[in-house]
């Protein structure tokens, strides 16, 4: 049986009661056993484990929508176990993983193979995505029933938009009557497809491919429509343009059950930061004009974007050193998230609580989680970081199987000491 720990001493965050304060937590057989906002825990048995926090932040442990393996089918990118120590590592204690494998997870068989390797493992918490269609190709609707009886949090196809309206309009009526939330990548192909740039002066001079920014709006107009159709759960799946702001702000307005995500790469860089095409800058959607970013930064500061992701999707060297138009997108993020989002505190641009409800409480509700707050009886899934310790990212020593980071070489603020899954200690710097 784990040993029972009081953290004193600590800064806690908790974005679901609203306390940023000092105060103390009692951890007992995997829960939180006490809370106290404030004050201390009063005197305590010899057998609890005393962890004097010295005003670092306690806070729930990230919830991560957005994460890519290798497992199954890649392993070489990246294993359910990597990815689980990248994500202790980094005080993220619950991921959920894209449905985008080989084999697709589009059936119930799959999503039970990924929760029984996971349980084996014993790490983080990971939740997987279901396809919602038929090997994520935007054909025929998945089984989607099936899979949310067996474990599934909801379904998408990942980065690959569902064109034909008819068959996410037959996914959003479906998904409702279990009550499963879809998620959809909102990029017009027919603007967007073998793009590796945004449109504009920059794309020109260099030479590459290019998408306009528009291509995000235009998806995000029809797929706002038939979420109104419908009525069903929608996630928007990275909102990285001011223009598709817009549209979200106008769908939030009419009241529609529409949650969105933005990514930790578009908040943090912008399309200048690609310079002499560096490939660990290609993402997908790509990175942004510096409006953009300042709007996208300002929708999370007001909460019209709900939820950060670190889009974690592992390249091997292989896939990412080549000519630009040719790398493959995406970056390794789950080690980097924390860090790079709390830049925006020390920055002074967005409270701190504020930012950890976009990867705590909020995505944990919109889960349905019991986690993502520090609440008597809530499971003891938690961060314990030094807001203030200066950390320089070296992708070398990143615990993730690919090392394609953007932050590479970055000086950062908030090191992460130690993280705990259901009172497990899974990581300790």
């Not at 059950?257 to 660990?280: K, M, Q």
């Amino acid at each position: 049986m784990t040993r029972a720990k009081a953290f004193i001493n600590a800064r806690l965050v908790d974005p679901a009661s609203g306390w940023d304060g000092p105060g103390a937590l009692l951890v007992r057989e995997g829960k939180i056993a006490d809370v106290v906002q404030g004050g201390d825990l009063g005197a305590l048995s010899a057998d609890i484990e005393v962890i004097d926090a010295r005003g670092a932040m306690l806070a729930p442990g990230l919830v991560d929508l957005k994460v890519r393996t290798g497992e199954p089918g890649a392993e070489t990118k990246e294993t359910l176990k990597s990815a689980g120590l990248a994500a202790a590592a980094g005080g993220v204690t619950s991921i959920v993983l894209q449905p985008d494998t080989n084999p697709v997870i589009d059936e119930a068989s799959v999503v039970d193979f990924i929760l029984r390797r996971t349980r084996d493992i014993e790490l983080v918490h990971v939740y997987p995505a279901g396809a919602a269609t038929k090997g994520a190709k935007g054909e025929r609707m998945a089984e989607i029933g099936l899979m949310r009886e067996a474990g599934c949090v909801f379904v998408t196809d990942a980065d690959r938009p569902i064109v034909n309206s008819k068959v996410l309009q037959r996914v959003l009526a479906y998904a409702k009557s279990f009550d499963t939330l879809v998620a959809h990548r909102p990029a017009d192909p027919w603007l967007s497809t073998g793009a590796a740039a945004t449109a504009g002066e920059l794309a020109g001079r260099l030479g590459l491919p290019s998408v306009p920014a528009i291509a995000e709006r235009i998806m995000l107009e029809r797929d706002m429509a038939l979420v109104e159709l419908t009525g069903a759960r929608f996630l928007v799946d990275q909102v990285t343009t001011a223009a598709a702001l817009e549209t979200l702000a106008r769908a939030k307005a009419k009241g529609l059950p529409v949650t969105a995500t933005t990514s930790i790469n578009h908040l943090s860089f912008n399309e200048i930061d690609i310079g002499d095409y560096r490939t660990f800058l290609k993402f997908d959607p790509p990175v942004r004009g510096e409006d953009d970013r300042q709007a996208v930064i300002e929708a999370l500061a007001s909460g019209l974007i709900d939820i950060v992701v670190s889009a974690h999707c592992p390249a091997p060297a292989e896939d990412k050193r080549l000519p630009y138009d040719e790398a493959a997108p995406g970056a390794v993020g789950l080690e980097t998230l924390l860090p790079a989002l709390l830049a925006f505190h020390h920055d002074g641009r967005i409270p701190l609580i504020d930012l950890m409800r976009a990867v705590t409480s909020k995505p944990a509700d919109l889960l349905g989680l019991a986690a993502g707050r520090l609440a008597k009886g809530a499971p003891a899934d938690l961060v314990l970081c030094d807001l203030n310790a200066p950390i320089l990212i070296d992708a070398a020593k990143l615990r993730s199987k690919s090392k394609n980071s953007p932050f590479d070489g970055r000086r950062l603020q908030g090191e992460v000491k130690m993280t705990l899954v259901d009172g497990r200690v899974v990581y300790r710097a």
